[in-house]
């Protein structure tokens, strides 16, 4: 009897993980994954859309907001009014990453689900002002801007779409320096929905909505792993975030790395069709944007 016992206990093991290595992910074990998150805190912040960190410091987007943040989470500064000084009607901003203090932002004019005036914008990291616009290369395929992200290393700017067609099988690549476009990176298989993209330790980490909030399903990150010509990559599942309070829209995504943290944006409480908020679920009368910072390893 004993015997049989820890023969299922074993099994079980065997199966599903042991609750130390299924808690770091979420509740379930990612032999994929490169990290262990640990979730520590849990911040609520003015904006719905991205999340970046450096030297101590915080930025969240909103669709049409730019927050900042000490390393308390106590506001510093403040845009509400961030589309001053474009040729183009903008009216939308996605995830958000930072490098030497000035913000790199994908915006656009967005209108349920289609996105156009897609631009590169790079404001100060302390006025929360736009200090200038890279040209965007129309004849790329890029349909939409969900996400950016600076890779100081290789010089490179990355953009990705959110849309749900062809183009957002890739990464767009921009020139750091020049703002030259320098090519597209295929994802295989394409995740579906990104909503954001970082850059960590030589790596490329994109969060895809790809659960069903209405079914409560878990979304997702995914990390890609290039190919030796840089011309496609492996999208391979790094981890799903179970351990949300509620389960909505994750977004935006960034490697505090001075902290040795991850810091991921998710919503919950909006109803999202065309990925715009459309009521509310029950229980709630306004949407509730939180930042899950998780010690990783």
């Not at 520590?40 to 900042?68: M, N």
């Not at 474009?86 to 000035?102: A, C, K, P, S, T």
């Not at 200090?131 to 129309?138: E, N, W, Y």
Request: aromatic share 12%; glycine share 10%.
């Amino acid at each position: 009897m004993k015997k049989t016992v820890i023969l299922l206990i074993v099994g079980f093991l065997v199966l599903f993980g042991s609750p130390a290595a299924r808690a770091d992910n979420g509740g379930v074990e990612n032999v994929s994954a490169k990290h262990t998150y640990t979730l520590h805190a849990v911040h609520p912040v003015a904006g719905r859309q991205g999340i970046c960190a450096e030297d101590g410091f915080y930025w969240v987007s909103g669709s049409t907001t730019l927050t900042k943040y000490d390393k308390e989470w106590n506001v510093v500064a403040e845009n509400t009014d961030p589309f001053k000084g474009y040729e183009l009607e903008v009216n939308h901003i996605g995830d958000i990453d930072v490098y030497r203090n000035e913000l790199y932002l994908g915006v656009e004019y967005f209108m349920d689900g289609v996105g156009k005036n897609i631009q590169v914008a790079v404001y100060d990291g302390d006025t929360l002002e736009l200090k200038r616009v890279f040209p965007f290369r129309a004849d790329t395929g890029q349909g939409e801007c969900s996400g950016i992200a600076v890779d100081p290393d290789a010089g490179i700017v990355y953009m990705c779409s959110w849309i749900d067609d062809p183009s957002s099988r890739f990464l767009y690549l921009y020139d750091l320096d020049s703002g030259d476009f320098k090519g597209k990176l295929e994802m295989q298989p394409a995740p579906k929905w990104i909503q954001g993209v970082a850059c960590h330790e030589g790596d490329l980490y994109v969060t895809a909505d790809d659960g069903d909030a209405d079914c409560d399903e878990a979304d997702s990150m995914y990390r890609l792993v290039v190919s030796s010509d840089g011309v496609t990559a492996e999208a391979v599942p790094e981890r799903a975030f179970h351990d949300v309070i509620k389960q909505g829209e994750i977004e935006g995504l960034c490697f505090d790395e001075e902290n040795h943290q991850f810091l991921l944006l998710y919503n919950r409480g909006a109803k999202i069709v065309l990925g715009m908020p459309r009521g509310f679920y029950e229980g709630y009368t306004e949407e509730i944007h939180e930042v899950y910072v998780y010690d990783y390893r």
